[in-house]
């Protein structure tokens, strides 16, 4: 499976973006996909996941503000981040895995991860 991230940009806090992951290669609907943050000096950090039955997780900090989904039939996970704040400035990364899980090292599968950038 390879990973594609896109929809990543610069908003001023309060703004809005959706994050795409695409998905190539075959059984996308059988992984489970994490969407992940790394911030310049931290460690990356699990923002949301969804498993293959679409039950889905999020971390405490997104919660109310970020929804992920996906489309099946379109190999496409996405992830709707909202009421943006500067926090929220990171490397964002998509990953499949086997295991729905918040531990990075649980997937298999990674995309090179797209900038989001929040600031006025």
């Known amino acids: 499976v390879q990973l594609q991230a896109s929809g990543g940009g610069e908003v001023p806090p309060g703004g809005s973006l959706r994050l795409s992951c695409v998905a190539s290669g075959s059984d996308f609907d059988y992984y489970a996909i994490g969407w992940f943050r790394q911030a310049p000096g931290k460690e990356r950090e699990m923002v949301s996941c969804i498993s293959s039955s679409h039950s889905t997780g999020y971390a405490d900090s997104v919660k109310g503000r970020f929804t992920i989904s996906r489309d099946d039939a379109m190999n496409t996970a996405y992830l709707q981040m909202i009421n943006l704040k500067p926090e929220d400035t990171a490397v964002y990364y998509c990953?499949?895995?086997?295991?729905?899980?918040?531990?990075?090292?649980?997937?298999?599968?990674w995309g090179q991860g797209t900038q989001v950038t929040v600031s006025s």
């Open positions: 990953a499949a895995g086997i295991s729905w899980s918040v531990v990075p090292g649980s997937y298999d599968y």
